[in-house]
Structure formats: C-alpha cells, structure tokens
C-alpha cells in the first residue's frame, strides 16, 4: 500500500490523469545540483505553465519536503530521485518515481551513494591540483552548499576560475568525464540491483538520458534489453542530450521492448541551458506511471507557502 506524502490521497491520480497537459519528469534542485531551491523550482514550473512536475535530485530525497509547502494551485508534484548508478565500467543514471522515501532497504543504498559523493569530490579536486588548477575544497563545498555535492559542483568552480567557459565544457577527457583526466570514482549501485530496490519501496524506474554520448560511455541496447527483462519500466527519449536520430532510436527500442517513453528538461536552473518543459512526457505514459507506482502518490498543489 502506498504510503504517499502529506496532503495525498489514492484520488489524485485520477485528477492528475485527468486534466494535466504540460508534464516535466527530471528536475533538479539546490537538494543535489541545481541551483532553484524546491520551493522556487516549483513556483517557476508553475509559471512555466507546466501542469506536473517531477523533483528528482540526485540519491537524495531532502528537497521534497519544502517542495511540497511551496507547491503552488494547479501544479501536481510527483516524488523521486535519480540514483547514480553503473554496470560494466559505464556510469548510468536511473530515475526512481514515487517510492517510499522510508523504505529501508532502498533508504540505505542511497545514503551509501550520497555519502561516498563527499570523499569522491575531494578527490577530484587533488587531481585538479595536481595537474595545475589552483581549485579548493573550500570553494567546492561553498558551490555545493546544502547540496548533494557531485561532479557539477566541480565544474562551476572550473567555471568561476576561467578553466573552462560552461559547466558542461567541464565534462570531457580533458577534466571531469568517466575516464577523464580529473575523474574519481564513487559508490554506484548496480542498475539490476537498483531496480529491484525501487521496486521493492513501490516505486517505477526510467533509465535516464540512455544515449548521451557527449558525457561519456553508454550502455548497450543489450543491456537495456536485460534491464527490461529486469523489470525497467521505461526510457526518457525526449532529452537534450539526444538528436533527433537518437530520439527515433530510442522509440523504436522501447517499443520493441515493451518500455514506456518519457521526455523531460533535465532542469538544473542556471547551471544547465534547457528550460523548464523543454520536454515533456505524454499524458497517457504518465497516468501508466502513477497506476504503477504503489509507494507514494503524485501530490496535488495547494497554493503554496
């Protein structure tokens, strides 16, 4: 049974279902690495015209609570996070729709990820020393603030020495891509295993952004054959990081796998350029993800604090 959040009851997926037209399902916010608080995030996806949206900060939960007391009438919040994870050597992120926040098994594993976040930063700043990039810890963790610290948080301090122009420059062989120069491992949880947790806490998992090769290495369509197979219920599409080639691809996939389709923006406030609703997941896909979901409920806006 789900256990939902303050405020949400079995009744609002069907209203979701019913009346929503502009849907976001991968926002971040100061919780992890974007640079909107929850409470200002929701606001702007409001006047943005979105209808739902999905805060989904990286292996954490902790922004969830001030969304939800700001969440403006006429805006549907939906729960989630999205967990760092890898399998072959290749970094993959999944993204985890409305779990059970306190679902131990699953609470556990993500405070494992979250935790390692801090020594694996530290250590990517060491190798930027070494290699001449006078970045400090202390400038690192000022980025970060309250935040889940992570790679992002690295490279606007590149950014505010003039190693690089934009966060994204940051990410390549050169400075802090998987491989590259300045690289640190951390903690990831296999995605096989991170299925089977979300699932076990009610919740529903989208492969995020699968074909972004600009960031690195990316899993193959085997492998996402296997996480299919697995239990994977979907694979955000529609992204900033995929062409219109990859996009065609991507469909063809998951209608041939069985997988729901998702889009979203990706958004990260100033720190990334996409927008609120750049890209949006489709009405039907969505009701398919709340009917799905057994650990929380999509949380209706009630005018906000």
Sequence with gaps: MATGYAGASSSVTVTARSCVV??????HSTASDGTDTPAELVRNAAAAGLDVVALTDHDTTRG???????????????????????IGGVGMHMLAYLFDPEEPALLAE?????????PRARAMVAKLNELGVPVAWEQVARIAGEGSVGRPHVAAA??????????????????????????????ETDPFEAIRLVKGAGGVTVFAHPAADKRGRTVPESVIAELSAAGLDGI????????????????????????????SSDYHGSRKTCELGEYTTDPEVYAEITRRATGAFPVPGTGGA
């Design 158 to 187: 590149l950014v505010e020495l003039g190693v690089v122009p934009t966060v994204g420059d940051a990410f390549t062989q050169d400075w802090l891509a998987d491989g590259g120069r300045a690289y640190a491992e951390k903690h």
């Design 22 to 27: 502009r849907i976001d399902l991968h926002c």
């Design 236 to 263: 955000e599409v529609d992204h900033m990081d995929h062409d219109a080639d990859t996009r065609g691809r991507l469909r063809g996939l998951a209608k041939d796998l069985g997988l729901l389709v998702t889009g």
């Design 64 to 86: 969830h609570a001030e969304a939800i007391a700001a969440l403006p009438s006429g805006l549907t919040l939906v729960t989630g996070a999205e967990l760092s994870c890898r």
């Design 110 to 118: 993500r405070e494992l990820v979250r935790d390692d976040r801090v």
